[in-house]
């Protein structure tokens, strides 16, 4: 599957978790285009680096940076909750099958198999809290409109 084509299906899966979330539907669009944000730069991570175990921490690391900014910059832009749309937006991050395959595992009797599946299931959701804090910790003026069209001014 190409990129284009993953990129609009992660912002069609982020528009239906935001429906599940109650998101109003004048919504709906900007929180698929966060999760797609995301996506698209997790692709772009993983491809060059053959998808492999460090290539995804990072990729998920650089993913949910760029869902938390962007969510924070729409939260400014359209004035809503910032968490309006990194919840929804973060969704096709989250390691769902690495927590799948550990479960799977451990009811197969297989506790090696279940302790790796579920180290790195800790580990990339770690990484998605991190890049979350990294972001949410930045002043609020960093993402205003205002300030960015001051100093287009000045």
Same mark, same amino acid.
């Given at each position: 599957m190409n990129i284009i084509s993953q990129v609009i299906l992660s912002a069609?899966?982020?528009? =239906?978790?935001s429906v599940i979330f109650n998101v109003?539907?004048? *919504?709906?669009?900007?929180? =698929?285009? @966060? =999760?797609?944000? =995301?996506w698209m730069v997790y692709i772009i991570i993983t491809n060059?680096?053959?998808?492999? &175990?460090?290539?995804?921490?990072?990729?998920?690391?650089?993913?949910?940076? @760029?869902?938390?900014? #962007?969510?924070r #910059?729409?939260? @400014?832009l359209r004035k809503m909750p910032? &968490?309006?749309?990194? +919840?929804p937006g973060i969704i096709p991050l989250v390691?769902?099958?690495?927590?799948? &395959? @550990?479960? #799977?595992y451990m009811i197969t009797g297989d506790n090696t198999g279940a302790?790796? *599946?579920g180290i790195e299931a800790l580990k990339l959701a770690g990484v998605i809290a991190i890049g979350l804090l990294v972001v949410l910790s930045l002043p609020r003026q960093l993402f205003a409109l205002?300030? +960015?069209?001051?100093r287009k001014e000045a």
């Open positions: 069609i899966a982020t528009m =239906g978790f109003p539907k004048k *919504e709906l669009l900007f929180c =698929g285009l @966060t =999760g797609a944000a =995301g060059p680096l053959n998808d492999t &175990s460090n290539a995804a921490v990072a990729a998920t690391f650089f993913a949910a940076i @760029t869902v938390t900014a #962007f969510a #910059f729409l939260s @400014t910032s &968490s309006l749309y990194i +919840i390691p769902g099958i690495r927590l799948y &395959s @550990t479960m #799977f302790l790796s *599946e205002k300030l +960015i069209t001051k």
